[in-house]
Structure formats: C-alpha cells, structure tokens
C-alpha cells in the first residue's frame, strides 16, 4: 500500500520550536544582568570606622615634613589590616 503523504507527517519537524528556543537561550546570555544578585539582608555588623587610616593615607600622600614616616606607617598598617582579613601572616617589614 503506498504511502499517504500529509501535513501531519512534518509537524513538530519543520525545527521552529527548537530555534526559538536557541534564540531565547542567546537572548539570556547575552543580557547584562545575568550573573547580578540582590542581596536584601543587613550587614551582621556595622562597617569598620577606616578614618584614622584615611588621614594616614591622606598624609602620606603629601610631601610635607613627616610623610616619609607616615608612608611607612601607612604599610604597616596595611599589611596588619591584610593579615587580619585573611588570617595569614604578612612578610616581616624591612626598614
């Protein structure tokens, strides 16, 4: 018995549900938010007060009498600041 050719045989075939699903996958991964997150809870503490450190900073950045000193003092005060964040030891500071 031949064959009967129909409309029905080539439904869901034709590959146009599968290119709108390509195209909505391109359309995620090309918008700009993607990997943004919104994070709505309150910090567990309040942040650290870093004026003291600031006008360190502030000084050093000068070149009045005295911001040599506080250059050197800026360092260490970084690299104790980095040593409490990360819990590791910072190298010994050569004078």
């Known amino acids: 018995m031949p064959r009967a050719v129909t409309s029905q045989a080539t439904v869901g075939h034709d590959g146009a549900a599968f290119s709108s699903w390509l195209k909505g996958v391109g ?7 993607r990997w943004m997150t919104v994070d709505l809870t309150k910090p567990a503490a309040p942040p650290a ?9 502030a000084h050093a ?3 009045d009498p005295g911001a040599v000193r506080a250059r ?9 600041g ?14």
Do not use: I
Request: proline share 10%; no cysteine.
């Open 27 to 33: 359309e995620v991964l090309r918008h700009p938010w």
């Open 49 to 57: 007060q870093v004026e003291p450190f600031e006008r360190l900073r």
């Open 61 to 63: 950045a000068g070149s």
């Open 72 to 80: 050197k003092e800026l360092r260490v005060a970084t690299l104790r």
């Open 82 to 95: 980095l040593a409490q964040a990360t819990g590791k030891p910072m190298p010994a500071l050569k004078d």
